[in-house]
């Protein structure tokens, strides 16, 4: 089975009638969205859920699962998203895909925040993955200035081919990708970076993690809770 895949079914486990989720975005959200929707067929039950993205909520949508907007769904029961890393602490590298900013509204608004990806994300230290900052698209260079500071390689994410350009989000923001290698204090770094005008915010989720479900590709899964 696809790692991702075991994950994702197990994270809808944890979905019960009347709940209102928060859906993320990327590779694994897929397959979330996708065991949802088929979950809400079979049972008749009346989910309701936030997408972070025009991709989730398009997919979400096809599949007959009620959609809100973030602002008139109040506290949520329950967020799941993926990760393109994460450490024992639950601290986690996100961004990948480009929905940082919504994935993190929607993380910290939901009572429960349910990370899900295969067992390869998993690393003693973060810095691996290149770091994500999102920021305004007016005077870029500027704030890229900025982050010079950190002494790190960084570059502005572009579109894939064949719409070359500059990679906007869905709010309207420019990517910066930030490559630290190494990153061993996960919340100094995100307060440091966030500090910088014209960030808008970083892909460093730290402390909003409630667990960690990991798929292997013989369809077993751990779960991992923060330590302490």
């Known amino acids: 089975m696809d790692p991702k895949k075991a994950a994702a079914l197990r994270a809808v486990e944890l979905v019960q009638d009347g709940m209102v989720l928060g859906l993320g975005t990327g590779s694994t959200a897929v397959h979330v969205i996708d065991a949802l929707g088929e979950k809400v067929r079979r049972s008749g039950w009346r989910v309701s859920a936030v997408p972070t993205s025009e991709r989730s909520r398009n997919q979400a949508q096809s599949l007959g699962i009620t959609l809100l907007d973030l602002g008139e769904a109040g506290p949520l029961d329950l967020a799941i998203d993926g990760a ?48 994500p900052v999102a920021v305004v698209p007016f005077g870029w260079q500027s704030t890229a200035r900025l982050l ?29 990708d930030m490559q630290f290698g190494s990153i061993p204090d996960p919340s100094a770094l995100e307060r440091e970076i966030k500090q910088i005008t014209g960030v808008v915010d970083v892909g460093l989720f730290v402390g909003m993690a409630s667990r960690l479900i990991l798929g292997y590709e013989d369809g077993h899964v751990d779960e991992i809770f923060p330590s302490g």
């Not at 010079?148 to 910066?176: C, K, S, W």
């Open 84 to 131: 393109d890393e994460a450490d024992r602490q639950l601290s986690l590298i996100k961004g990948g895909g480009g929905a940082l900013l919504r994935e993190k509204l929607v993380a910290a608004a939901a009572r429960e925040f349910v990370v899900v990806a295969d067992s390869s994300k998993l690393k003693q230290t973060l810095g691996a993955f290149p770091l």
């Open 148 to 176: 010079e500071r950190f002494g790190v390689a960084m570059a502005l994410r572009q579109r894939a081919a064949p719409n070359a350009g500059p990679y906007l989000t869905d709010d309207g923001l420019h990517i910066l």
